[in-house]
Protein backbone atom coordinates (compact mmCIF):
# COMPACT_ATOMS: atom_id res chain seq x y z
CA UNK A 1 0.00 0.00 0.00
CA UNK A 2 1.16 3.61 -0.61
CA UNK A 3 1.06 5.17 2.71
CA UNK A 4 1.36 9.40 2.77
CA UNK A 5 0.19 9.97 5.83
CA UNK A 6 -0.35 8.03 9.18
CA UNK A 7 -3.76 7.75 10.10
CA UNK A 8 -5.27 7.16 13.55
CA UNK A 9 -9.23 6.38 13.05
CA UNK A 10 -10.75 6.31 16.90
CA UNK A 11 -13.66 4.64 17.02
CA UNK A 12 -15.00 1.18 14.88
CA UNK A 13 -18.45 2.39 14.31
CA UNK A 14 -19.98 2.53 10.90
CA UNK A 15 -18.29 5.79 10.42
CA UNK A 16 -14.90 4.74 11.23
CA UNK A 17 -14.76 1.71 9.76
CA UNK A 18 -16.12 3.38 6.42
CA UNK A 19 -13.13 5.42 6.53
CA UNK A 20 -10.84 2.41 6.95
CA UNK A 21 -12.22 0.92 4.03
CA UNK A 22 -12.51 3.52 1.56
CA UNK A 23 -8.78 4.33 2.15
CA UNK A 24 -7.70 1.00 1.78
CA UNK A 25 -9.48 1.03 -1.71
CA UNK A 26 -7.23 4.07 -2.55
CA UNK A 27 -4.20 2.51 -1.40
CA UNK A 28 -4.07 4.26 2.25
CA UNK A 29 -3.26 2.32 5.93
CA UNK A 30 -5.33 3.06 8.95
CA UNK A 31 -5.03 2.08 12.58
CA UNK A 32 -8.17 1.89 14.14
CA UNK A 33 -8.37 1.61 17.81
CA UNK A 34 -11.48 0.39 19.16
CA UNK A 35 -12.72 -0.01 23.09
CA UNK A 36 -14.79 -3.24 22.30
CA UNK A 37 -12.77 -6.13 23.11
CA UNK A 38 -14.22 -8.39 20.14
CA UNK A 39 -16.71 -7.28 17.67
CA UNK A 40 -19.12 -9.41 19.65
CA UNK A 41 -18.43 -8.08 23.30
CA UNK A 42 -21.92 -6.11 23.13
CA UNK A 43 -25.20 -5.61 21.28
CA UNK A 44 -24.30 -3.00 18.22
CA UNK A 45 -28.03 -1.73 18.44
CA UNK A 46 -31.38 -2.15 16.13
CA UNK A 47 -31.72 -2.23 12.58
CA UNK A 48 -30.31 0.55 10.22
CA UNK A 49 -32.74 1.98 7.00
CA UNK A 50 -29.54 2.71 4.18
CA UNK A 51 -30.61 5.77 2.67
CA UNK A 52 -29.34 5.84 -0.77
CA UNK A 53 -27.13 9.45 -1.14
CA UNK A 54 -25.11 8.66 2.12
CA UNK A 55 -25.11 5.17 3.80
CA UNK A 56 -25.75 3.21 0.04
CA UNK A 57 -23.10 5.78 -1.49
CA UNK A 58 -20.88 5.25 1.07
CA UNK A 59 -20.93 1.54 0.68
CA UNK A 60 -20.25 2.11 -3.21
CA UNK A 61 -17.34 4.25 -2.62
CA UNK A 62 -16.49 0.89 -0.23
CA UNK A 63 -16.40 -1.99 -3.14
CA UNK A 64 -19.21 -3.31 -0.68
CA UNK A 65 -22.90 -2.68 -2.22
CA UNK A 66 -22.66 -6.24 -3.23
CA UNK A 67 -22.02 -7.48 0.07
CA UNK A 68 -24.53 -5.12 1.33
CA UNK A 69 -27.35 -6.17 -0.79
CA UNK A 70 -26.81 -9.68 0.16
CA UNK A 71 -28.20 -9.00 3.64
CA UNK A 72 -30.34 -6.38 3.34
CA UNK A 73 -33.92 -6.28 4.23
CA UNK A 74 -35.75 -4.74 0.79
CA UNK A 75 -38.73 -6.52 2.33
CA UNK A 76 -38.89 -4.62 6.16
CA UNK A 77 -39.56 -0.70 4.90
CA UNK A 78 -42.67 -0.72 6.15
CA UNK A 79 -44.25 1.26 8.46
CA UNK A 80 -47.45 1.68 10.95
CA UNK A 81 -48.81 4.09 13.26
CA UNK A 82 -51.53 3.73 15.72
CA UNK A 83 -53.33 5.49 18.47
CA UNK A 84 -52.66 4.81 22.12
CA UNK A 85 -56.25 2.92 21.97
CA UNK A 86 -54.69 0.47 19.53
CA UNK A 87 -56.40 1.84 16.21
CA UNK A 88 -54.65 1.53 13.27
CA UNK A 89 -54.10 5.30 11.94
CA UNK A 90 -51.76 4.61 9.12
CA UNK A 91 -50.03 1.60 7.38
CA UNK A 92 -47.55 1.56 4.53
CA UNK A 93 -45.91 -1.79 3.12
CA UNK A 94 -42.89 -0.27 1.99
CA UNK A 95 -41.64 -2.68 -0.64
CA UNK A 96 -41.52 -0.68 -3.08
CA UNK A 97 -39.13 2.40 -1.48
CA UNK A 98 -35.09 2.53 -1.09
CA UNK A 99 -34.25 2.44 2.12
CA UNK A 100 -33.68 -1.03 2.82
CA UNK A 101 -32.63 -2.53 6.31
CA UNK A 102 -29.84 -4.08 7.71
CA UNK A 103 -28.86 -5.01 11.27
CA UNK A 104 -26.03 -3.08 12.51
CA UNK A 105 -23.90 -6.09 13.31
CA UNK A 106 -24.51 -7.18 9.79
CA UNK A 107 -23.35 -4.27 8.66
CA UNK A 108 -20.30 -3.81 10.98
CA UNK A 109 -18.92 -7.58 9.96
CA UNK A 110 -19.70 -6.39 6.34
CA UNK A 111 -16.93 -3.97 6.96
CA UNK A 112 -14.77 -5.55 9.40
CA UNK A 113 -14.50 -8.68 6.15
CA UNK A 114 -13.21 -6.24 4.05
CA UNK A 115 -10.69 -5.01 6.06
CA UNK A 116 -6.94 -6.84 6.77
CA UNK A 117 -7.20 -8.14 10.32
CA UNK A 118 -4.63 -6.17 11.90
CA UNK A 119 -6.56 -2.55 10.96
CA UNK A 120 -8.73 -2.68 13.68
CA UNK A 121 -6.75 -2.61 17.11
CA UNK A 122 -9.37 -4.31 19.63
CA UNK A 123 -10.27 -3.35 23.45
CA UNK A 124 -8.58 0.06 23.06
CA UNK A 125 -10.25 2.63 25.45
CA UNK A 126 -8.45 5.92 24.69
CA UNK A 127 -6.68 8.25 27.43
CA UNK A 128 -5.40 11.05 25.54
CA UNK A 129 -4.53 12.53 22.44
CA UNK A 130 -1.92 15.23 22.54
CA UNK A 131 -0.60 17.31 20.34
CA UNK A 132 3.67 17.32 19.21
CA UNK A 133 5.61 20.04 18.74
CA UNK A 134 5.81 19.12 14.89
CA UNK A 135 2.51 19.18 14.43
CA UNK A 136 1.51 15.41 14.93
CA UNK A 137 -0.40 13.71 17.44
CA UNK A 138 0.45 11.50 20.45
CA UNK A 139 -1.94 8.53 20.84
CA UNK A 140 -2.18 7.01 24.25
CA UNK A 141 -4.48 4.12 25.23
CA UNK A 142 -4.95 3.31 28.91
CA UNK A 143 -2.98 -0.13 28.57
CA UNK A 144 -0.14 1.90 27.74
CA UNK A 145 0.02 1.72 24.17
CA UNK A 146 0.78 5.00 22.26
CA UNK A 147 1.44 5.75 18.35
CA UNK A 148 2.60 8.68 16.89
CA UNK A 149 -0.08 9.79 13.99
CA UNK A 150 -0.09 12.95 11.47
CA UNK A 151 -3.68 12.83 11.28
CA UNK A 152 -6.55 11.71 14.28
CA UNK A 153 -9.94 10.96 13.08
CA UNK A 154 -12.40 11.45 16.35
CA UNK A 155 -15.18 8.57 15.12
CA UNK A 156 -15.50 7.69 18.68
CA UNK A 157 -19.51 8.92 19.07
CA UNK A 158 -21.45 11.14 21.60
CA UNK A 159 -19.38 11.32 24.15
CA UNK A 160 -15.97 11.39 21.61
CA UNK A 161 -12.97 11.89 23.87
CA UNK A 162 -11.36 14.11 20.68
CA UNK A 163 -13.97 16.53 20.21
CA UNK A 164 -12.61 18.49 22.81
CA UNK A 165 -9.27 19.09 20.88
CA UNK A 166 -11.53 21.07 18.60
CA UNK A 167 -14.57 22.34 19.74
CA UNK A 168 -15.10 23.21 23.76
CA UNK A 169 -19.24 22.61 22.91
CA UNK A 170 -20.68 19.23 24.52
CA UNK A 171 -24.22 17.19 23.79
CA UNK A 172 -27.14 18.92 25.73
CA UNK A 173 -30.02 16.41 26.69
CA UNK A 174 -32.63 16.35 24.38
CA UNK A 175 -35.82 16.30 27.11
CA UNK A 176 -36.49 12.63 25.93
CA UNK A 177 -35.06 9.26 27.56
CA UNK A 178 -35.74 5.84 25.29
CA UNK A 179 -36.12 2.57 27.38
CA UNK A 180 -35.12 0.14 25.15
CA UNK A 181 -36.21 -3.39 25.25
CA UNK A 182 -36.14 -6.52 23.15
CA UNK A 183 -38.27 -9.35 22.05
CA UNK A 184 -36.59 -12.37 20.40
CA UNK A 185 -38.14 -15.49 18.01
CA UNK A 186 -41.34 -13.23 17.81
CA UNK A 187 -43.07 -15.27 15.19
CA UNK A 188 -42.88 -18.38 17.33
CA UNK A 189 -42.60 -16.81 20.71
CA UNK A 190 -44.59 -13.21 19.96
CA UNK A 191 -46.60 -13.39 17.23
CA UNK A 192 -49.29 -11.08 18.49
CA UNK A 193 -46.80 -8.67 18.96
CA UNK A 194 -45.11 -9.90 15.48
CA UNK A 195 -48.58 -9.09 13.68
CA UNK A 196 -48.66 -6.02 15.70
CA UNK A 197 -44.89 -4.35 14.32
CA UNK A 198 -45.23 -6.17 10.15
CA UNK A 199 -42.70 -6.04 8.01
CA UNK A 200 -40.97 -2.87 9.49
CA UNK A 201 -41.49 -0.08 12.63
CA UNK A 202 -44.57 0.53 14.21
CA UNK A 203 -45.57 3.82 15.95
CA UNK A 204 -47.63 4.68 19.08
CA UNK A 205 -47.62 8.33 20.12
CA UNK A 206 -49.54 10.58 22.41
CA UNK A 207 -48.97 12.88 26.00
CA UNK A 208 -45.39 12.48 25.97
CA UNK A 209 -45.04 9.13 25.53
CA UNK A 210 -44.15 6.77 22.40
CA UNK A 211 -43.94 3.16 21.99
CA UNK A 212 -42.11 2.22 18.69
CA UNK A 213 -41.40 -1.19 17.80
CA UNK A 214 -38.67 -2.19 15.45
CA UNK A 215 -38.20 -5.20 13.37
CA UNK A 216 -34.63 -6.82 13.04
CA UNK A 217 -33.32 -9.64 11.55
CA UNK A 218 -33.75 -13.29 12.74
CA UNK A 219 -37.26 -12.57 14.08
CA UNK A 220 -36.27 -9.77 16.46
CA UNK A 221 -37.50 -7.31 17.52
CA UNK A 222 -36.45 -3.79 19.40
CA UNK A 223 -38.76 -1.68 21.59
CA UNK A 224 -38.59 1.88 22.36
CA UNK A 225 -40.35 3.35 25.12
CA UNK A 226 -39.91 7.04 24.73
CA UNK A 227 -40.84 9.59 27.56
CA UNK A 228 -40.17 13.47 28.01
CA UNK A 229 -38.65 13.55 31.31
CA UNK A 230 -36.15 15.69 33.24
CA UNK A 231 -32.43 14.69 32.60
CA UNK A 232 -32.31 13.45 36.38
CA UNK A 233 -35.48 11.28 36.18
CA UNK A 234 -35.76 8.30 38.15
CA UNK A 235 -39.26 7.58 37.44
CA UNK A 236 -38.28 3.66 37.09
CA UNK A 237 -37.74 0.68 39.46
CA UNK A 238 -34.53 -0.90 38.34
CA UNK A 239 -34.19 -3.55 40.94
CA UNK A 240 -34.99 -6.23 38.56
CA UNK A 241 -36.58 -6.66 34.86
CA UNK A 242 -39.72 -7.80 36.07
CA UNK A 243 -40.06 -4.41 38.47
CA UNK A 244 -38.33 -2.27 35.76
CA UNK A 245 -41.23 -3.16 33.03
CA UNK A 246 -43.83 -3.36 35.42
CA UNK A 247 -42.67 0.36 36.80
CA UNK A 248 -42.48 1.26 32.56
CA UNK A 249 -45.97 0.06 31.93
CA UNK A 250 -47.17 2.12 34.37
CA UNK A 251 -45.67 5.13 32.53
CA UNK A 252 -48.07 4.58 29.61
CA UNK A 253 -51.56 3.95 31.84
CA UNK A 254 -54.51 4.02 29.71
CA UNK A 255 -53.12 2.83 27.00
CA UNK A 256 -53.95 -0.38 24.87
CA UNK A 257 -53.35 -3.63 26.32
CA UNK A 258 -52.50 -5.13 22.95
CA UNK A 259 -49.89 -2.33 22.78
CA UNK A 260 -48.39 -2.51 26.26
CA UNK A 261 -47.71 -6.65 25.77
CA UNK A 262 -44.06 -4.85 23.74
CA UNK A 263 -43.01 -4.16 27.37
CA UNK A 264 -44.89 -6.75 29.31
CA UNK A 265 -43.13 -9.82 27.15
CA UNK A 266 -39.97 -7.96 26.60
CA UNK A 267 -36.97 -9.54 27.30
CA UNK A 268 -34.81 -9.23 30.55
CA UNK A 269 -32.25 -6.65 27.86
CA UNK A 270 -33.67 -3.47 29.37
CA UNK A 271 -31.36 0.02 28.63
CA UNK A 272 -32.13 3.25 29.80
CA UNK A 273 -31.29 5.93 27.39
CA UNK A 274 -31.08 9.76 27.45
CA UNK A 275 -31.35 11.28 24.00
CA UNK A 276 -28.32 14.01 23.97
CA UNK A 277 -27.64 15.87 20.51
CA UNK A 278 -25.01 18.96 19.70
CA UNK A 279 -26.63 21.87 18.36
CA UNK A 280 -27.65 21.80 14.81
CA UNK A 281 -24.91 23.79 13.11
CA UNK A 282 -22.15 22.49 14.83
CA UNK A 283 -18.84 23.57 13.48
CA UNK A 284 -15.17 24.13 14.58
CA UNK A 285 -12.20 26.66 13.60
CA UNK A 286 -10.16 23.68 11.32
CA UNK A 287 -6.87 22.49 13.77
CA UNK A 288 -4.14 20.55 11.72
CA UNK A 289 -4.06 16.61 12.51
CA UNK A 290 -7.05 16.27 14.04
CA UNK A 291 -10.95 16.40 13.10
CA UNK A 292 -14.20 14.82 13.72
CA UNK A 293 -17.14 12.62 12.20
CA UNK A 294 -20.12 11.33 12.44
CA UNK A 295 -21.94 11.53 16.20
CA UNK A 296 -18.51 13.03 17.29
CA UNK A 297 -19.01 15.30 14.60
CA UNK A 298 -23.17 16.21 14.61
CA UNK A 299 -25.23 13.84 17.00
CA UNK A 300 -28.11 14.09 16.55
CA UNK A 301 -31.53 12.34 17.82
CA UNK A 302 -32.77 9.30 15.96
CA UNK A 303 -35.75 11.37 14.52
CA UNK A 304 -35.00 10.70 10.91
CA UNK A 305 -32.82 7.89 10.71
CA UNK A 306 -30.07 9.70 9.17
CA UNK A 307 -27.07 9.53 12.11
CA UNK A 308 -25.50 5.93 10.87
CA UNK A 309 -25.83 7.07 7.17
CA UNK A 310 -24.31 10.46 7.87
CA UNK A 311 -21.40 8.83 9.74
CA UNK A 312 -20.41 6.87 6.77
CA UNK A 313 -20.71 9.16 3.95
CA UNK A 314 -19.09 11.74 6.56
CA UNK A 315 -15.83 8.75 6.24
CA UNK A 316 -16.13 8.12 2.30
CA UNK A 317 -15.83 11.72 1.76
CA UNK A 318 -12.75 11.86 4.27
CA UNK A 319 -10.77 9.14 2.61
CA UNK A 320 -11.51 10.09 -1.14
CA UNK A 321 -10.64 13.60 -0.04
CA UNK A 322 -7.15 12.49 1.60
CA UNK A 323 -6.71 9.85 -1.49
CA UNK A 324 -7.43 13.20 -4.10
CA UNK A 325 -4.33 15.17 -2.79
CA UNK A 326 -0.84 15.93 -1.22
CA UNK A 327 -1.98 18.56 0.01
CA UNK A 328 -3.84 16.46 3.11
CA UNK A 329 -4.76 19.40 5.63
CA UNK A 330 -6.62 21.17 3.05
CA UNK A 331 -8.28 18.50 1.86
CA UNK A 332 -9.36 17.59 5.71
CA UNK A 333 -10.16 21.32 6.14
CA UNK A 334 -12.06 21.34 2.80
CA UNK A 335 -14.18 18.10 4.04
CA UNK A 336 -15.30 19.62 7.22
CA UNK A 337 -17.15 22.20 5.57
CA UNK A 338 -19.24 19.78 3.44
CA UNK A 339 -19.55 17.51 6.25
CA UNK A 340 -20.94 20.22 8.95
CA UNK A 341 -22.82 22.20 5.96
CA UNK A 342 -24.33 18.63 5.36
CA UNK A 343 -25.12 17.66 8.52
CA UNK A 344 -26.76 20.89 9.31
CA UNK A 345 -30.11 20.24 8.24
CA UNK A 346 -30.89 16.71 8.95
CA UNK A 347 -29.46 17.66 12.48
CA UNK A 348 -32.74 20.42 12.24
CA UNK A 349 -34.60 17.96 10.86
CA UNK A 350 -33.65 15.47 14.32
CA UNK A 351 -34.12 18.47 16.76
CA UNK A 352 -37.86 19.58 15.18
CA UNK A 353 -38.69 15.99 15.28
CA UNK A 354 -37.67 14.99 19.03
CA UNK A 355 -39.53 18.09 19.73
CA UNK A 356 -43.16 17.26 17.67
CA UNK A 357 -43.14 13.36 18.21
CA UNK A 358 -43.27 13.13 21.62
CA UNK A 359 -44.77 15.76 22.48
CA UNK A 360 -48.50 16.65 24.33
CA UNK A 361 -50.07 16.76 20.85
CA UNK A 362 -48.56 14.51 18.60
CA UNK A 363 -50.58 12.05 17.22
CA UNK A 364 -52.30 14.61 14.44
CA UNK A 365 -48.92 16.68 13.23
CA UNK A 366 -47.22 12.24 12.95
CA UNK A 367 -50.13 11.01 11.12
CA UNK A 368 -50.01 13.92 8.65
CA UNK A 369 -46.76 13.53 8.11
CA UNK A 370 -46.55 10.38 7.17
CA UNK A 371 -49.63 10.51 5.21
CA UNK A 372 -47.77 13.28 3.12
CA UNK A 373 -44.99 10.89 2.33
CA UNK A 374 -47.04 8.07 1.77
CA UNK A 375 -50.39 9.39 1.01
Known amino acids: MKQALRIAIIG ?3 GGLTLARVLQVKGIAATVFELDATPDTRPQGGTLDMHAQSGQLALHHAGLTDAFRAVARYEDQGSRLFDPAGTLLQSDDGD ?4 PEVDRSRLRQILL ?3 PPETVRWGKKLRTVRPLSDGTHSVVCTDGEAGVFDLVVGADGTWSRVRPL ?6 AYTGVTFVELSLD ?3 RCHPGIAALVGRGKMFVVGDNRALIGQLNGNAHIRVYAGLRVAEDWDGLDLSSPTATRQSLMAQFEGWSPTLLAMIAEASDRIVVRPLYALPPGHRWTHRPGVTLLGDAAHVMSPFGGDGANLAMIDGADLALALAAT ?3 DAAVAAFEQVMCTRAEPAARGAAAG ?3 VIAPDALPGVLEHLQSQHG
Open 326 to 328: TDW
Open 166 to 171: VSPVTP
Open 12 to 14: GGP
Open 185 to 187: DVD
Open 113 to 115: DAL
Open 96 to 99: DGDR
Open 354 to 356: VAT
